[in-house]
């Protein structure tokens, strides 16, 4: 099982990235996918979920009309697009895959350095 985050990078204040995760390994569409960040020195922070077939996005109320989380199922890949970025989004950001049933299956990525700075 394999989630690729890419796309991060160094941006000026306002802005734009455009993160993806390619999965591997597993069932994608079987599962919802999250975006969840981290900043230095700080705890984990969940941005957007999907859920399997696109048709619901969540987002947390700091990222809403800014940022855009997406799925290409027949690519297996997440996207997260990230508009009018603000020095307080710099941070890793992480995909995870969950599935619900009896148990709970949980993928995480390895991370992509997000860095918003003049």
């Known amino acids: 099982v394999q989630l690729v985050e890419s796309g991060g990078g160094v941006v000026q204040p306002g802005g734009s990235l455009k993160l993806s995760c390619v999965a591997s390994?597993?069932?994608?569409?079987?599962?919802?996918m999250s975006w969840v960040r981290q900043a230095p020195g700080k705890g984990l922070e969940w941005v957007s979920a999907?859920?399997?077939?696109?048709?619901?996005?969540y987002y947390a109320e700091s990222m809403k009309g800014r940022f855009t989380i997406s799925r290409d199922n027949a690519k297996n890949t997440l996207y997260l697009q990230m508009n009018s970025l603000k020095p307080e989004d710099t941070a890793v950001y992480y995909c995870?895959?969950?599935?619900?049933?009896?148990?709970?299956?949980?993928?995480w990525g390895q991370g992509t350095q997000v860095t918003v700075s003049s």
């Open positions: 995870n895959a969950v599935r619900w049933g009896l148990t709970v299956t949980n993928y």
């Open positions: 390994g597993f069932t994608f569409d079987d599962y919802a």
């Open positions: 999907i859920s399997w077939n696109g048709g619901s996005t």
